[in-house]
C-alpha cells in the first residue's frame, strides 16, 4: 500500500487501463490543504479500519472482482448523484451514466466509482469501465449453515413486502466488479464520512470556486425566443425589480441543433448587439450546446479524424480525450464566444440515453482515436466535457458557472453544476445531499410548476441550493405570470400575479442576500474541501439519527435547510440535531436532540440556525456587477461567541491563486458586541452594526 498523502493511501493490482479518472485528470491534487486536515487531533493519524491483506483482488473472465470487509452497521454513501436513495448499504450499485434511472440500481447522470463509509474509510476504484458495487449484499458460501429456524408464521403477502429492502443482519463483503479490465488502482481516503469526503475533494483538487453572479438567480429563457424576445424579458426584470443575473438561452440560438453548428442562427440576426446589451444590463449569458457536431459546424471537417466511429444525432462525437478535438473545440468557444461576452455554457445529453426513445447514445463497443471505446467514452464524456470549457474560460483568466448534465469521479474542481429532465421535487432535494458526498453539485432547478403553490415550494428549495436556476424554456412568460403551461403559451395571466411576483421576488432576494455567505462557503469547498451544500451525516458522522435523512441539509456552515414540497402541505417533520437552534427568520429558539413538526405558509420555508452562528446578510441587488459593493448588516444567533470569516477578492479573476484573498472575519463576544476584524480597507463590502 502506497500512501499518497496524510490519509490517502493507493493500491495497485496489475497492469491498471490507460485512460482513468486519475490518469486523465487535470486539476493538481491540493497538498497543503490535504495536510491541514486532522491537525491536532487527539487520536493520531487517521488510520483505515482494516489491514491490507482484508482486501482480496481476483483476475477472472469477467475481469477483475475486489472484495473487501463491510460490518453489519456500516452506512454507505456516494456513488455520486443519486435521487433515488441515500444509503448503499445492503444495495446494489451498478455505475454507469443513464440519463433516465427509473429504478434505484445506481445508474445515474452522474455516477462514480467512489463511495464513503462510517467504518471510517472512503474508496475510489480508478476506472471509467460500469463496475458494479455489491454492498454486503450477499454472504459467502458457510457463512449461514448454522441456522436451524424453521416454522416460522408467514407474514409477507404482497410482492412489495415479500422483496421490499431489508439490511442483512449477518457479517457481508463489499464485492466490486470491474468488467474488461487486466488490473487497476484503489485510492483510499482514512477518516469519518467528513475527513473522508474533504480528502476525496483535495484530491481532486479542492472544490470549486465560482464568481460572485454565478451565484445569484438564474432565468433560462423560452426556446422559442428571438433575440427581441430575450432583451424584452430581460428589461422586465428590471423594470419590476426581480434579482436576475444569469440569462441562459436555449437550442434554438444555434443555426442548427441536435446536432449543433455552434454557430448563431436566424433568430438572432443582431447577437453580438443583444450580448452587449444584456452585459451593459448586468447579466451574464449562457449559452446551451451539447458535444455532437453537425456537418455545418464550421470546424466539422477538423474534427473528423478525433472523433468517434459513430454519430449520434447525424453528428460527430468528438474525442475529448485526445489534445487535437480538445484544441479545435475548446479553440472555437473561445475566439467565438467567450472573447465576444458569453460567460457559460449548458452542456447538456453528455449523459446517455439507453432508455429513452430519443437515441443519443453511441455504442459502448464505439472506437475513439484516444484508443478509449465507448464504455469508457461514456463514464468519461461529462467530466473531459467540463474540463475543455473550464479551461478556455481560464485562458482568458475568467472564471465561469456553468451547467452540465452528466459528471463523474474527480469533478470537485470543475464550476459545474448538474441538472436534469426528471422532475420529482422529493428526488431534487435528495440530490443536493447525495451529490455532496462525491464532489458534484445539483441544482434542483425550478421547470414545470402544478399550481402556484408549487412553484414557491420549489423556488423556496432553489434559493437554498448551489444555483438558483429557473428553466422556463417551455414558457414564453415568466411562471409567476402563469403556472399553466397551455395558458403561458396564450399569454394569459393568472389572477394571483401580483401575490406570486411579489412572494418570488422577495425569495429571490433572501438569495441575493445570502450571496457573501455562500461565496465563504465555496472558498472553503475550494480550500478545505467541504462541500457548501452537504448531507447532515457529513457535518456530524457520529449522528446516527442523522445517518437516514435525506430531506434536510447543511447550506453553508450554519444554516440547517428543510424543504416543503407540494405534497407536504404547509407542515413537515424536522429533526435538529443536539444542542440549541433558532429559526433563521424569527429568532425562535429551539431544543435539538429531537424530531418535531414544524409550520410553514406556503411562501415559507423552515431554516434553523446553530447557536453561536454568525450570517452576514448582504442588502439585496438585482444583478452582482465588476463595481458591485455590498452592504451588510450582520445577524448574530444565541450567546455563545462566534465567528465567521467572509472572503474578498475581485469575485471574477484568476487572481487570488497568486495574490490570495482578503480575509474579514466578523466576531461575536461573549457579551454580544460584534467587532469587524479587517474590514478597513474593503473595497466590496460595507458594514453596519
Not at 450546446?289 to 474534427?303: D, G, S, T
Not at 473545440?329 to 461576452?341: L, M, S, T
Not at 478545505?528 to 452537504?534: A, D, F, M, N, S
Request: hydrophobic share 35%; proline share 6%; aromatic share 14%.
Amino acid at each position: 500500500m502506497e500512501k499518497i498523502a496524510e490519509g490517502i493511501y493507493k493500491i495497485t493490482y496489475q497492469k491498471p487501463e490507460p485512460f482513468t479518472p486519475v490518469s486523465m485528470r487535470k486539476s493538481k491534487m491540493a497538498d497543503r490543504s490535504l495536510e491541514r486536515i486532522g491537525k491536532g487531533r487527539k487520536d493520531g493519524a487517521a488510520v483505515l479500519p482494516f489491514e491490507e491483506t482484508e482486501i482480496r483482488f481476483e483476475q477472472t473472465a469477467r475481469g477483475i472482482t475486489v472484495t473487501l470487509p463491510m460490518k453489519t452497521d456500516e452506512d454507505i454513501y456516494g456513488f455520486g448523484l443519486q435521487l433515488l436513495s441515500l444509503n448503499a448499504a445492503g444495495r446494489k450499485r451498478y455505475v454507469k451514466v443513464n440519463s433516465d434511472p427509473r429504478m434505484d440500481t445506481g445508474e445515474s447522470h452522474a455516477p462514480a466509482p467512489f463511495y464513503v463509509s462510517t467504518a471510517g474509510y472512503g474508496l475510489l476504484v480508478d476506472t471509467y469501465r460500469y463496475a458494479t458495487f455489491y454492498m454486503g449484499t450477499n454472504t459467502e458460501k458457510g457463512t449461514s449453515a448454522g441456522k436451524r429456524e424453521v416454522n416460522i408464521p408467514h407474514r409477507e403477502f404482497s410482492e412489495s413486502a415479500l422483496y421490499a429492502f431489508k439490511r442483512a443482519k449477518e457479517e457481508r463483503k463489499v464485492i466490486i466488479e470491474i468488467p474488461a479490465a487486466g488490473g487497476i488502482d484503489l485510492y483510499f481516503f482514512a477518516g469519518d464520512v467528513k475527513e473522508a469526503v474533504m480528502r476525496y475533494n483535495l484530491f481532486s483538487g479542492g472544490g470549486c470556486l465560482p464568481p460572485m453572479w454565478g451565484l445569484g438567480m438564474w432565468y433560462r429563457v423560452y426556446g422559442g425566443s428571438d433575440e427581441n424576445h430575450v432583451k424584452k424579458l430581460a428589461k422586465g426584470f428590471r423594470e419590476d425589480k426581480m434579482p436576475v443575473d444569469v440569462i441562459g438561452i436555449e437550442p434554438g440560438w444555434h443555426s442548427h441543433s441536435y446536432s449543433c453548428t455552434y454557430e448563431w442562427g436566424y433568430l438572432f440576426p443582431n447577437h453580438q448587439e443583444m450580448v452587449d446589451t444584456l452585459n451593459q444590463d448586468g447579466y451574464h449569458v449562457n449559452l446551451w450546446e451539447h458535444i455532437f457536431v453537425y456537418p455545418a459546424a464550421p470546424f466539422y471537417e477538423k474534427l473528423l479524424d478525433y472523433s468517434g466511429d459513430y454519430e449520434v444525432w447525424n453528428g460527430l462525437v468528438p474525442d475529448f480525450a485526445t489534445e487535437e478535438a480538445r484544441n479545435i473545440f475548446a479553440g472555437w468557444h473561445e475566439e467565438q464566444f467567450i472573447q465576444n461576452g458569453i460567460a457559460g455554457f449548458k452542456l447538456d445529453e453528455c449523459d446517455n440515453s439507453d432508455f429513452n426513445p430519443s437515441n443519443w447514445s453511441f455504442p459502448d463497443s464505439t472506437k475513439f482515436p484516444s484508443g478509449m471505446d465507448g464504455e469508457q467514452m461514456h463514464n468519461a464524456v461529462g467530466v473531459l466535457y467540463q474540463e475543455l470549457i473550464f479551461h478556455a474560460f481560464k485562458n482568458r483568466g475568467i472564471r465561469t458557472l456553468s451547467s452540465v448534465r452528466s459528471s463523474g469521479a474527480l469533478a470537485a474542481p470543475l464550476p459545474f453544476v448538474l441538472y436534469s429532465d426528471l422532475y420529482g421535487h422529493r428526488e431534487f432535494i435528495r440530490g443536493m445531499v447525495t451529490a455532496s458526498f462525491s464532489g458534484m453539485l445539483w441544482a434542483p432547478e425550478v421547470r414545470d410548476c402544478a399550481s402556484g403553490e408549487d412553484l414557491l415550494r420549489r423556488v423556496e428549495t432553489i434559493v437554498f441550493s448551489p444555483q438558483a436556476l429557473l428553466n422556463c424554456w417551455r414558457i414564453p412568460n415568466p411562471p409567476w405570470e402563469q403556472v399553466c403551461i397551455e395558458k403561458n403559451l396564450q399569454n394569459e395571466a393568472m389572477e394571483e400575479r401580483a401575490f406570486y411576483m411579489d412572494a418570488c421576488r422577495k425569495l429571490f432576494e433572501l438569495r441575493m442576500s445570502l450571496l457573501p455567505y455562500l461565496y465563504s462557503a465555496f472558498v472553503e469547498y475550494h480550500e478545505l474541501g467541504i462541500p457548501p451544500v452537504r448531507a447532515m451525516v457529513i457535518e456530524d458522522p457520529e449522528d446516527y439519527e442523522a445517518r437516514g435523512i435525506d430531506d434536510q441539509y447543511f447550506f453553508g456552515r450554519d444554516l440547517l435547510v428543510c424543504p416543503l414540497t407540494l405534497e407536504d402541505g404547509d407542515s413537515r417533520e424536522v429533526y435538529l440535531p443536539a444542542g440549541l437552534w433558532y429559526g433563521f427568520f424569527d429568532g425562535q429558539p429551539y431544543e435539538g436532540g429531537r424530531r418535531f413538526s414544524v409550520q410553514a405558509k406556503e411562501e415559507e420555508i423552515p431554516v434553523f440556525v446553530r447557536d453561536g452562528a454568525i450570517v452576514p446578510m448582504a442588502e439585496p441587488v438585482l444583478c452582482v456587477r465588476e463595481d458591485t459593493v455590498f452592504e451588510m448588516t450582520i445577524r448574530s444567533y444565541g450567546r455563545k461567541e462566534g465567528a465567521y470569516p467572509l472572503y474578498e477578492d475581485d469575485f471574477t479573476s484568476f487572481q487570488y491563486e497568486n495574490e490570495g484573498m482578503k480575509e474579514i472575519e466578523i466576531r461575536r463576544g461573549g457579551d454580544g458586541k460584534i467587532e469587524i476584524v479587517g474590514g478597513e480597507n474593503s473595497l466590496r463590502y460595507r458594514f453596519r452594526i
